[in-house]
T-cell receptor, first 114, second 114 residues
Framework: DAKTTQPNSMESNEEEPVHLPCNHS???????IHWYRQLPSQGPEYVIH???SNVNNRMASLAIAEDRKSSTLILHRATLRDAAVYYC???????????????FGQGTRLTINP | EPEVTQTPSHQVTQMGQEVILRCVPI?????FYWYRQILGQKVEFLVS????????KSEIFDDQFSVERPDGSNFTLKIRSTKLEDSAMYFC????????????FGPGTRLTVL
């Protein structure tokens, strides 16, 4: 998997939007951008993924730069329950990578203040 | 919503003993994984399993480790002779199939080797 760079930690307040950045300057044209998060004492959890266009789901939004060298995970109204480590992971298209493992970096530890 | 389950939630064992960690993946999923996370460190891939055989394994997954899908529902990780450094959270994950890339993680088993 191509390398991603994320800040070690970020802090935000409850009910405010949070923008979590990820740089992936060596992304290939076919790599998908995936986000997972790990709540305290739990297993990783899928959040969202995208290729080129911005994506929205019930958990978050993913904004992808036009050159695809960076992306931002957006939590529109953070709650205390969103405090977690967030991982940005690049993935080859699923049909070309078989059972390929997820490679986790250190991620961004998000703290939400009440 | 279907989920991956793991048992036990916490296993304490003596060094040199064998342990079996159990996972029940989501029922129609075809790809299965084990990851581990030593306290304070990154989530690390151990092994992937598809079509009743190992498709990839990491350097960590040495001869002391084995995986098995003994029936249509369980997926197990066996450590034959545990070492102190095997103490970690072990996460099982499953994935639906080739066309989708989302991995669903279980809550983990905390293994403590004394």
């Amino acid at each position: 998997d191509a390398k991603t760079t994320q800040p070690n930690s970020m802090e935000s307040n409850e009910e405010e939007p949070v923008h979590l950045p990820c740089n992936h300057s060596t992304i290939s044209g076919t790599d998908y951008i995936h986000w997972y998060r790990q709540l305290p004492s739990q297993g990783p959890e899928y959040v969202i993924h995208g290729l080129t266009s911005n994506v929205n789901n019930r958990m978050a939004s993913l904004a992808i730069a036009e050159d695809r060298k960076s992306s931002t995970l957006i939590l529109h109204r953070a709650t205390l329950r969103d405090a977690a480590v967030y991982y940005c992971i690049l993935r080859a298209p699923p049909q070309f990578q078989g059972a390929q493992k997820l490679v986790f970096g250190q991620g961004t530890r998000l703290t939400i203040n009440p | 919503e279907p989920e991956v389950t793991q048992t036990p939630s916490h296993q304490v064992t003596q060094m040199g003993q064998e342990v079996i960690l159990r996972c029940v993946p989501i029922s129609n999923h075809l790809y299965f994984y084990w990851y581990r996370q030593i306290l304070g460190q990154k989530v690390e891939f151990l092994v992937s399993f598809y079509n009743n055989e190992i498709s990839e394994k990491s350097e960590i997954f040495d001869d002391q480790f084995s995986v098995e899908r003994p029936d249509g529902s369980n997926f197990t990780l066996k450590i034959r002779s545990t070492k102190l450094e095997d103490s970690a959270m072990y996460f099982c994950a499953s994935r639906l199939g080739l066309a989708t890339d989302t991995q669903y993680f279980g809550p983990g088993t905390r293994l403590t080797v004394l």
